[in-house]
Nanobody, 119 residues
Framework: QVQLVESGGGLGQAGGSLRLSCAASGSIYSMNTMGWYRQAPGKRRELVATITSAGRTNYADSVKGRFTISRDNPKNTVYLQMNSLKPEDTAVYYC?????????????WGQGTQVTVSS
């Protein structure tokens, strides 16, 4: 089993920055993919960014150039640096992990952290 604990959500201002963290623990394979999803009220959950244990990253078009995903492998922690925030970034952000290299990790999920961006 794998446990994921997110932190760092909260209230931000348009144009500002927030940083999310997700710490993973448990049975984590050396080859894994971690990622961030988000779900706004009334909308489907969408993939925001992913990063493999080898450092390969992928981003949704809506966040390219504004968000940066990174990870600390020894700490099994993934980060999402969110810059140039927009009100439409408001959502619950979820961390996810799969114990293999995949496009859309989702075998394990965190509890979610709320991000609210005011205009």
């Amino acid at each position: 089993q794998v446990q994921l604990v997110e932190s760092g959500g909260g209230l931000g201002q348009a144009g500002g920055s927030l940083r999310l963290s997700c710490a993973a623990s448990g049975s984590i394979y050396s080859m894994n993919t971690m990622g961030w999803y988000r779900q706004a009220p009334g909308k489907r959950r969408e993939l925001v960014a992913t990063i493999t244990s080898a450092g390969r990253t992928n981003y949704a078009d809506s966040v390219k150039g504004r968000f940066t995903i990174s990870r600390d492998n020894p700490k099994n922690t993934v980060y999402l640096q969110m810059n140039s925030l927009k009100p439409e970034d408001t959502a619950v952000y979820y961390c996810a992990l799969s114990n293999r290299w995949v496009v859309s990790p989702g075998d394990y999920w965190g509890q979610g952290t709320q991000v609210t961006v005011s205009s």
